[in-house]
Antibody, heavy 122, light 111 residues
Framework: QVQLVESGGGVVQPGRSLKLSCAAS????????MHWVRQAPGKGLEWVAV????????NYGDSVKGRFTIARDNSKNTLYLQMNSLRVEDTAVYYC???????????????WGQGTTVTVSS | DIVMTQSPLSLPVTPGEPASISCRSS???????????LDWYLQKPGQSPQVLIYLASNRASGVPDRFSGSGSGTDFTLKISRVEAEDVGVYYCMQALQLYSFGQGTKLEIK
């Protein structure tokens, strides 16, 4: 069964840190790049970060660059997002998603988790 | 950075009628490999997003054929030939040529 399950969300004060996890099953995890995408309350989707299948390349959205770090452990089929120096505006549901792209083939973000909620508040 | 702009932002539709959503990118999404990196996603109420269309015009697995994507360069369209009640939600276009960015979303509702 193809599944992504996020965890680690919660309430945190501004300036503090939080680490999200995304556990993958049934998707051949180590063959695919992975994304984090977030959605602030009542707002649209915002791309956060991507990591290549082998972890060799990472990219970030401008709003999180220098504060967030994406990582993966292919031996554990798990994706991570380390979030430091959190701000009120980082409050959102955070989704992980599979990047179905290999060589010259591309099929979009075709598997999504159910999301985990991060609330940054004093 | 590539900016994605959708219209309309709200779309009331009568069941059985067609619907169309426009998406414009601030620069061409055509890659040198010949692919155009424009996707469409639907987020149904209370659910995670799901891919509908990839590479501008390819339906994702399991997507009904009433959904179609078209366009090239900087102008793209998602069409629903006959809207059904289950199609309600927010539709997003997304570019994947230079990193990734989403449009603002178009909320489709049933009249």
């Amino acid at each position: 069964q193809v599944q992504l399950v996020e965890s680690g969300g919660g309430v945190v004060q501004p300036g503090r840190s939080l680490k999200l996890s995304c556990a993958a099953s049934g998707i051949n995890f180590n063959n695919y790049g992975m994304h984090w995408v977030r959605q602030a309350p009542g707002k649209g989707l915002e791309w956060v970060a991507v990591i290549w299948h082998d972890g060799s390349n990472k990219n970030y959205g401008d709003s999180v660059k220098g504060r967030f770090t994406i990582a993966r452990d292919n031996s554990k089929n798990t994706l991570y997002l380390q979030m430091n120096s959190l701000r009120v505006e980082d409050t959102a549901v955070y989704y992980c998603a599979r990047d179905n792209a290999r060589a010259d083939e591309y099929y979009g973000m075709d598997v999504w988790g159910q999301g985990t909620t991060v609330t940054v508040s004093s | 950075d590539i900016v994605m702009t959708q219209s309309p932002l709200s779309l009331p539709v009568t069941p059985g009628e067609p619907a169309s959503i426009s998406c414009r990118s601030s620069q061409s999404l055509l890659h040198s490999n010949g692919h155009t990196y424009l996707d469409w996603y639907l987020q149904k109420p209370g659910q995670s997003p799901q891919v509908l269309i990839y590479l501008a015009s390819n339906r994702a697995s399991g997507v009904p054929d009433r959904f179609s994507g078209s366009g090239s360069g900087t102008d793209f369209t998602l069409k629903i030939s006959r809207v059904e009640a289950e199609d309600v939600g927010v539709y997003y276009c997304m570019q994947a040529l230079q990193l990734y960015s989403f449009g603002q979303g178009t909320k489709l509702e049933i009249k």
